[in-house]
């Protein structure tokens, strides 16, 4: 079975190459697409022309033989040809691309695209663009609606970013705009959204309230939990600073456990400032079968029991890496029989800061903190 998708910038039927135009008018029957993209077909074009029913994923499912599918720019990019070709390997799929919404942005701003990272707002979360103007990257936006300029501006707020914003609308069209962005402008609906980090962001500081793992000593947990662009679960979470900067690391997200729901709140405010999708629960432990993503690392801050580790011993898949820092006595006495029982390493850190004494300084000892890491093998 054959499909073809062709397509189609805000240029319309002119902006077409001759091969797209001769495929839609000579050997379409019944060409699909949005309303809007539809209109560009001229009177000449003898193919029936249907817009696409809701939902859309069923109408992927059914599709015919020789039907020819209309989609906006480059359909690979972001676009509905991506989703047929993940939905529809069985197709024999023929791709006619037009410039992406993406390439005509960097065209106009003259920004090199391999330096621009690209994050799309439609029917996603576009957290991680924070993440990247975090790293000093330029990002474009693809928005979903005219509205997505405004609460992008709001997302970087609430981030404490600040970034230039470019709003591009109706890209390669004879109704193009590029404006910086006011909230006071109404937009079009096909635009995409440009943001140049103004200034370096700096590192990130964690909001807590005393109840958060000191930077040496979480530096060297999220090296023993290897950051991956999975899940971590972060159990006694606090302020959420090593689940966060493990998911900073990796590139990847937090369910994090917290029975205190000040400091729930206080993790979610993290999580959303540094750009990591996170899932908050409050209450002791999580509800392990619950439908939790399933983690590749789990870090026990706090509430070290065995029965919380044993349930997260068989939770983990196999080469998951489960880590639990314990301070109290009692707690590192379970830390030694969690190793007794399942294997692992036992590690014990002691950190010296220099403080005054007298006229002059000394190494005051902090408390022992003793580390069980263990990875999970094949049974």
């Not at 797209?20 to 029936?48: C, F, H, K, N, S």
């Not at 970087?156 to 470019?166: C, I, P, Q, R, V």
């Not at 440009?194 to 958060?212: M, N």
């Not at 979610?268 to 990591?276: D, E, H, I, K, Q």
Request: hydrophobic share 45%; glycine share 10%; with cysteine.
């Amino acid at each position: 079975m054959t499909v073809t998708v062709v397509g189609i910038g805000a240029d319309g039927w002119p902006g077409l190459t001759d091969v797209a135009r001769r495929t839609l008018m000579d050997d379409a029957t019944v060409i699909l697409g949005a309303p809007r993209q539809l209109e560009y077909l001229p009177r000449g074009v003898a193919a029936i022309a249907r817009p696409w029913p809701t939902p859309l994923l069923p109408a992927i499912d059914e599709l015919a033989d020789g039907v020819h599918v209309l989609a906006s720019g480059d359909p690979m990019f972001y676009g509905v040809g991506a989703t047929i070709a993940r939905r529809r390997p069985d197709l024999d799929l023929r791709v006619i691309p037009h410039f992406s919404c993406f390439a005509l942005a960097c065209a106009r701003l003259r920004w090199p695209a391999e330096e621009v990272t690209v994050v799309s707002a439609v029917g996603r979360d576009p957290s991680q663009l924070v993440r990247a103007l975090r790293a000093g990257r330029r990002v474009v936006v693809l928005s979903e609606s005219g509205v997505t300029p405004n609460a992008v501006a709001d997302l970087l707020h609430d981030a404490g970013l600040t970034a230039d914003m470019t709003v591009l609308e109706q890209l390669g069209g004879f109704r193009e705009k590029v404006r910086p962005w006011q909230r006071s402008l109404a937009f079009d609906d096909l635009n995409v959204i440009a943001l140049d980090p103004s200034e370096p962001a700096g590192s990130f500081v964690f909001e807590h309230d005393g109840q958060i793992t000191k930077p040496d000593v979480r530096a060297m947990t999220v090296a023993a939990l290897r950051p991956t662009p999975g899940w971590i679960w972060d159990f006694g979470a606090g302020s959420g600073s090593v689940g966060i900067t493990w998911a900073l690391q990796g590139g990847g997200s937090v369910a994090a456990v917290e029975r205190r729901a000040d400091r729930a709140e206080r993790v979610t405010r993290n999580a959303a400032r540094a750009g990591v999708p996170a899932e908050v629960i409050v209450g002791d432990t999580a509800d392990l079968t619950a439908e939790l993503p399933v983690p590749d690392a789990i870090f026990i801050g706090g509430g070290l029991t065995e029965a919380l580790a044993a349930t997260c011993v068989g939770i983990l898949p196999v080469g998951g890496r489960l880590v639990a820092n314990a301070v109290t006595v009692e707690g590192q006495n379970v830390a030694a029989l969690l190793r007794t029982r399942f294997g692992g390493e036992l590690r014990s850190y002691t950190v010296s800061d220099l403080e005054p004494l007298g006229a002059g300084t000394a190494w005051q000892p902090r408390r022992p903190i003793v580390q069980w890491v263990y990875v999970k093998g094949e049974a």
